[in-house]
């Protein structure tokens, strides 16, 4: 519980910065140590622009192993679906995507007018 605790109080304590990147080139190293040592977050601008953005490793590490699990997903859901209609032919499949779009746009369209 304890641990936990000490989690969400670092959590609460990590800040969000807006910066231009003038200020970010002057005090690169100053914000190499916040975002290390306080986790705080930088988003670097140029021109009123937000352009990149200074992390943590730590977050770096777990947006990219996110990133890798989504990719991942995606090609087994891509290769499952591909062993269930290998067998069926591409016209039938084209006709089946063109219906299930025209369904969905007449959907959202009576959605649209059901607002207005």
């Given at each position: 519980m304890i641990i936990s605790i000490i989690i969400l109080e670092q959590e609460a304590m990590q800040m969000l910065k807006i910066i231009?990147?003038?200020?970010?080139?002057?005090?690169?190293?100053?914000?190499?140590?916040?975002?290390?040592?306080?986790?705080?977050?930088?988003?670097?601008?140029?021109?009123g622009k937000p352009l990149v953005a200074v992390i943590t490793i730590q977050e770096y590490q777990r947006l990219k192993n996110?990133?890798?699990?989504?990719?991942?997903?995606?090609?087994?859901?891509?290769?499952?679906?591909?062993?269930?209609?290998?067998?069926i032919p591409l016209e039938e499949i084209e006709t089946a995507i063109e219906e299930a779009v025209k369904a969905a746009k007449k959907q959202e369209l009576k959605e649209l007018q059901s607002k207005i």
């Open positions: 231009s990147a003038m200020e970010a080139r002057k005090n690169l190293g100053q914000i190499m140590n916040k975002v290390s040592l306080s986790n705080d977050e930088y988003i670097i601008e140029r021109a996110e990133r890798e699990q989504a990719i991942e997903n995606f090609f087994k859901t891509v290769d499952k679906n591909y062993e269930k209609t290998k067998n």
